[in-house]
DNA sequence: GCCGTTTTCGGCCCGACTGTTTTCAGTCG
C-alpha cells in the first residue's frame, strides 16, 4: 500500500489536533502542523524519498524527530505515537475543533468536565444548559455553539473559486458605487487565487466610515450581519458565504492588504525576518522597534522594500520558497493572460459542446487568440455521442474549409482520445496522424491500482502519435478525487516522450493543481492550459487556469499555448 | 518539535475581538 504525501500529511495533522487537546506546548504542536503543511506542497514523493536514502532533514521544518516518523509511516503504514495519543483522547474530539470558537482549551474543558467526546454530545449539553456552568463558558457561548451547530449542517465545505467570484464581485461594484469609497481590494485566499475560498475579507478606504458600513450591511444580499464596526463588519450571504469589510486609513493600507491577503505563513514568514531587521510588521505598517512612526505601509510594495525584498505576487505566498527566490533575485516572471495565444482544448456540438467550429473560432478569435484546437471526444465517450473515425475524418474536413475561410486564425485538427483501460488509444492510428495533436485521456475506469493506472497512462504516453494528456488526474473539486497516480513517473515519462501534460481550466477540474504545475516546471515540462470548453462563453474559463499557472509558478516560456501557431506545431510534431 | 553570524538553549508573528471577567484567556485570521 503506498503513502502518499497527503497521507503522511493528514498523520501528522492529526497528531497536531490531539495534542493540542491535550495541551502540549503550542510550539510542538505547530511544529507538526508545519511539517504537514511542507509535506502537503512538497513537489517530490516522501515514501520515494525514504525508499531513496534521502534527508528529509534537509526540508526546512522537518527534524530529526519528525524525519524518524516519517520512515516509521512509510515502512509500517502508520505512526505509533498517533495510536498511543488515541488510547489516552478519544479522535472524535478532533472534529469539535472545526467548530468556530472551539479551540483546544475550550474542547478539552468540554471533554473534561462534561465528558463531551462527539458533535451530538455537544449538542445535547448544550440544549440542557450544563455548558454554561463551565466556568469561562457562558450563556453566550453556550448559545454560539448551538448556532454554529446548525450552521455546519447548513455550508461546510469551501467554495469554488468561480463561485465565489459570481458572489464577490457584484459586492466589490456595490461598495465601490458608495460615494466616500475610495479604494476598494479583496484580499484574502481570494486574491491569492486560491481554486477555493473559505471567506472573503474585501477591504477599503473610505472618508465616512460609519455610513460605508451602514451601505456594507445594507446589500441586497446579505442574509445576516454578524458584527457591525467602525472597522470590521462580518456578515453572512443568502449564499452562507462570509464577507468580512475592513476599512483602513490611507498609510496602512498596503500593511493591511499584505496582512489580510496572506497567507499565514507567507506573513509569519515576513515576519520573522523583520524582526532579524529590528523590524516589527503588523497590518498598519512597518515600525522600528520601541517606535510608534512607520517607516513603511502605504503601499504593499513599500512593506517588502522594508523589508529588502521585491514585491511577491499574491499567486506566489503560500511560504513555498517565495521568499527565498524573491531574496536571491529568482521570483518568476509568472504567465499572464495577455501571453496566451491559443486555446488548446473545446468541443463543438459534433459530440457535446453547443457552438459549431465556426462559432468556437470566431468567438477565440474575438479574445484576441491566434489559434485553437478543436478535441472533440471519441467514441468511446458514448454519452457525449463520441465520434468514431469516419466523422472524425468528416469534421478534418470542415476544418480545412473552415480554415480556408479565416486568413487570421488557425484551427488546429485534434480529438479528445479516450485512453482505455488497456492504455491504448480509442481511434486508429491512421486517423489520428491525419490531425495537428492528439489530445489522450482517461474518462473510464477511474478506480484502478496506482499500479495498473500509471502503466496505463505510461502506455499512452509512449504512443508515438500521443501529444497532451489532459485533464491528468481526473480530480473534480468537491466531488471527486485524483485517480491514484505515480505521478513523479508519468511526468518523467511524458518529459521524455516530448508528451505535454495539461492544466485543465474547468473551474471545478483545475488539473492539474498548483503543486503538480510547480512539480511539472522543475522537472522543465511545458504544459499547456486549456477550458475545455463546451460553449462560446466558456473560453473565458483560461483565467482559471492562468491562475493556477501562477499559484504554479509558471511562465510564459512553460506554456505550450504561449507559443506562436508554428510553433505549437513544430512540439506536436516531434 | 524546530532552529541557529547573538547556535545546542531559549526562543518561536501579531493584533483584534469576544465573552467572561474586573484584567484576561481563548480563538481567529
Not at 456552568?133 to 453566550?140: D, L, T, V, Y
Amino acid at each position: 500500500m503506498p503513502i502518499h504525501n497527503s497521507d503522511i500529511a493528514d498523520i501528522f495533522r492529526e497528531v497536531a489536533d490531539l495534542l493540542s487537546i491535550e495541551g502540549a506546548n503550542q510550539f510542538r504542536v505547530r511544529s507538526y502542523r508545519q511539517a504537514a503543511q511542507k509535506i502537503d506542497n512538497l513537489t517530490q514523493d516522501v515514501a520515494e524519498m525514504v525508499e531513496e536514502g534521502g534527508y528529509l532533514t534537509e526540508l526546512s521544518g522537518i527534524g530529526d524527530s519528525i524525519a524518524e516518523k516519517i520512515e516509521e509511516i512509510v515502512e509500517t503504514g502508520s505512526l505509533n505515537q498517533l495510536e498511543e495519543i488515541k488510547d489516552r483522547t478519544p479522535q472524535a474530539l478532533e472534529e469539535l475543533l472545526d467548530l468556530a470558537g472551539l479551540g483546544p482549551e475550550r474542547v478539552s474543558d468540554l471533554y473534561d468536565e462534561l465528558g463531551i467526546e462527539s458533535g451530538e454530545d455537544l449538542k445535547e449539553a448544550a440544549e440542557n444548559h450544563k455548558i454554561r456552568e463551565i466556568e469561562g463558558f457562558g450563556k453566550k457561548t453556550e448559545q454560539k455553539i448551538l448556532d454554529e451547530l446548525e450552521k455546519e449542517d447548513k455550508q461546510k465545505s469551501r467554495y469554488m473559486l468561480s463561485r465565489a467570484e459570481e458572489y464577490t464581485e457584484p459586492l466589490r461594484e456595490y461598495i465601490e458605487s458608495q460615494e466616500d469609497v475610495i479604494d476598494v481590494e479583496v484580499a484574502g485566499s481570494y486574491r491569492r487565487r486560491k481554486e477555493t475560498v473559505g471567506d472573503i475579507d474585501i477591504l477599503a478606504t473610505c472618508e465616512n466610515r460609519g455610513k460605508v458600513m451602514d451601505h456594507f450591511v445594507n446589500y441586497e444580499d446579505v442574509d445576516n450581519v454578524e458584527s457591525k464596526g467602525d472597522t470590521k463588519s462580518t456578515v453572512y450571504l443568502r449564499s452562507g458565504l462570509q464577507v468580512d469589510l475592513r476599512l483602513v486609513d490611507e498609510q496602512s493600507y498596503g500593511a493591511a492588504i499584505l496582512y489580510f491577503t496572506g497567507s499565514a505563513q507567507h506573513n509569519i514568514a515576513l515576519r520573522e525576518r523583520a524582526l532579524d531587521r529590528n523590524l516589527k510588521i503588523n497590518e498598519y505598517g512597518v515600525f522600528p522597534e520601541e517606535e510608534d512612526e512607520p517607516v513603511a505601509g502605504e503601499t504593499e510594495e513599500e512593506v517588502y522594500d522594508a523589508v529588502d525584498l521585491p514585491f511577491i505576487q499574491p499567486e506566489l505566498r503560500e511560504d513555498l520558497g517565495e521568499i527565498e527566490a524573491a531574496e536571491s533575485g529568482n521570483l518568476p516572471d509568472l504567465v499572464t493572460m495577455d501571453d496566451l495565444k491559443g486555446d488548446l482544448q473545446m468541443h463543438t456540438h459534433a459530440t457535446d459542446g453547443s457552438a459549431s467550429i465556426a462559432e468556437m473560432a470566431h468567438a477565440a478569435r474575438d479574445l484576441g487568440y491566434e489559434y485553437i484546437a478543436i478535441t472533440d471526444h471519441s467514441k468511446r465517450v458514448t454519452v457525449a455521442q463520441g465520434m468514431d473515425a469516419d466523422e472524425l475524418a468528416e469534421q478534418i474536413e470542415e476544418i480545412d474549409g473552415v480554415n480556408n475561410s479565416m486568413d487570421d486564425f488557425r484551427i488546429l485538427k485534434s480529438c479528445e482520445v479516450d485512453i482505455l483501460e488497456d492504455g491504448s488509444l480509442d481511434l486508429p492510428d491512421d486517423i489520428l496522424k491525419e490531425l495537428d495533436m492528439v489530445l489522450c485521456c482517461i474518462h473510464y475506469q477511474r478506480d484502478l491500482s496506482r499500479k495498473k493506472q500509471t502503466d496505463r497512462y505510461l502506455k499512452a504516453i509512449e504512443h508515438p502519435l500521443c501529444n497532451v494528456i489532459g485533464h491528468p488526474t481526473g480530480r473534480e473539486i468537491h466531488k471527486r478525487g485524483e485517480m491514484d497516480l505515480d505521478m513523479e513517473k508519468i511526468m518523467d515519462t511524458a518529459e521524455s516522450n516530448n508528451v505535454f501534460l495539461e492544466l485543465n481550466a474547468t473551474p471545478r477540474r483545475l488539473d492539474l493543481n498548483d503543486i503538480y504545475c510547480k512539480m511539472a516546471k522543475e522537472r522543465g515540462m511545458k504544459l499547456t492550459i486549456s477550458t475545455d470548453s463546451h460553449s462560446t462563453e466558456e473560453l473565458n474559463h483560461i483565467r482559471f487556469g492562468i491562475n493556477q499557472a501562477r499559484r504554479g509558478w509558471l511562465e510564459t516560456s512553460d506554456v505550450v499555448n504561449t507559443h506562436s501557431v508554428k510553433d505549437v506545431l513544430d512540439m506536436m510534431a516531434k
